[in-house]
């Protein structure tokens, strides 16, 4: 027997007790038994954690709100290689600043699987508090954790990956590296206005 069970079996015997001494009419000490019990059941019902009135649904069925990770910044970076130029539009997400923070660079491209040109980055980005794993789709520039390396995908990638952080999307020049064959050196920096 738990605590709230003890509770409620003493109260009803206090109860019928002073119903007793007092000559109370039996139907009012009954009724009077019957409140307090179920007075002290919902009391003792009112268990639950914090946890678990936070997993509740919305009430007002409003969408949640679009992550930061997937929202463009107002920054823009290029990569200029061989007289040619690709526009990119940065995310708002601790990688891609955490990228931005390490222009310019000169990083030499590799081709992948037919799909992506990489680079190892000398200096890892941080990934805190950044939700990877999304699909990359052609134009993607994205960040691969395990590798340290940036990615340029002129082709999307069917697989999932859990540690693929999207940085930014191409705005122009897709066809520039879709177009160049084998390894290219390139310079990364931010786009001024």
Excluded at 123 to 148: C, E, H, N
Excluded at 162 to 178: H, M, P, T, Y
Aim: charged share 25%; net charge negative.
């Amino acid at each position: 027997m738990n605590n709230t069970e003890g509770y409620i079996t003493k109260a009803i015997h206090l109860m019928i007790q002073s119903g007793k001494e007092l000559n109370m009419k039996k139907p009012l000490c009954l009724s009077s038994i019957l409140v307090t019990s179920l007075a002290l059941a919902a009391c003792s019902n009112n268990n639950s954690s914090s946890t678990d009135r936070d997993n509740t649904t919305n009430p007002l069925n409003q969408a949640p709100e679009q992550p930061k990770e997937d929202r463009i910044s107002a920054t823009r970076i290029k990569l200029t290689f061989n007289d040619k130029e690709v526009l990119i539009n940065m995310y708002d997400n601790p990688a891609s600043k955490d990228f931005l923070a390490q222009l310019p660079l000169t990083v030499t491209f590799e081709d992948y699987i037919g799909k992506e040109k990489v680079s190892i980055l000398q200096k890892r980005l941080s990934i805190d508090d950044v939700q990877a794993g999304d699909l990359s789709k052609k134009g993607d520039f994205a960040y691969y954790a395990p590798w340290g390396n940036v990615a340029i995908f002129y082709k999307g990638l069917e697989d999932a990956t859990n540690d693929l952080i999207i940085l930014g999307q191409i705005e122009s020049g897709k066809e520039n590296v879709e177009n160049v064959d084998g390894d290219f050196t390139g310079r990364i920096e931010k786009v001024t206005k």
